[in-house]
């Protein structure tokens, strides 16, 4: 794999769409789109109507907060399953969500493993999906980590794929950040970089996501935990889109905006 993996956050199977979308609105009614929404997603694209709204339902988990279970695909070591841990209950600094290591049925599954194209590098499920995968798979692929890898990689990257876990897209997808990007250099670099189809380029860095699925921050944040790094390369300006590195303050509002705690008892 390249030094730095891109993350692709993980995609149902098609079969499973419709289903996964009904159960996270039914979980979190405000995972519905906003009707403008909906109605864009009805009338571009193709396939059934209901695949095409499923596309655009969110997939957060309830504002009541979010209580998981974690365990590990693989003999990691009880100090590195800590590590992870420790990094993934970042993000409950501001907001209502707890990760808790489990050997039993686990929420969140990890593994490690290097096995490209599918299932290697860095990726996790979005959200509720992860109730639609197979026990045995994982929802969240950390390839190579261990106890070597520095501390700034498990604030980059597992604090990332616990944002996507968490419900939370790529911030560069949206439409400030993706403007910004030169479709054919785009292509072309990330062809030589990961081995992507123009398809794929598309899918993950092209094509902007609806404005209104997106709660919570009204300005692009290129800092924010959930944006790549993207390389001056592949910009129409030649400056690079610089990517986050750890929850940024803004994330830990919005992810508190999501997952609000409950008031403190009155004195
Ligand atoms: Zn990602």
Redesign the pocket.
Known sequence: MAKNPV?V?KELPRSKWVAAAQMAVKLNPANRPHATVAAHAMAIGTGAPRERLALVVGKRWPASGVRLTVGFLDDAPSDLRARILLHMNAWAKSANVLFVETGTDPDVRIARVDSPPDDGGYWSYVGTDIRHIGKSKQTMNLEGFTMKTPESEYRRVVR??TG?TLGFP?EHMRRQLVNRIDRAKAIKYFAKSDGWSARQVSDQVLTPLEESTILGTTRADQRSIMCYDLPGQITKDGKPIIGGVDITPQDYRFAASIYPRPAAPAR
Do not use: F
């Open positions: 993350c956050p990332h794929e996507h790529h």
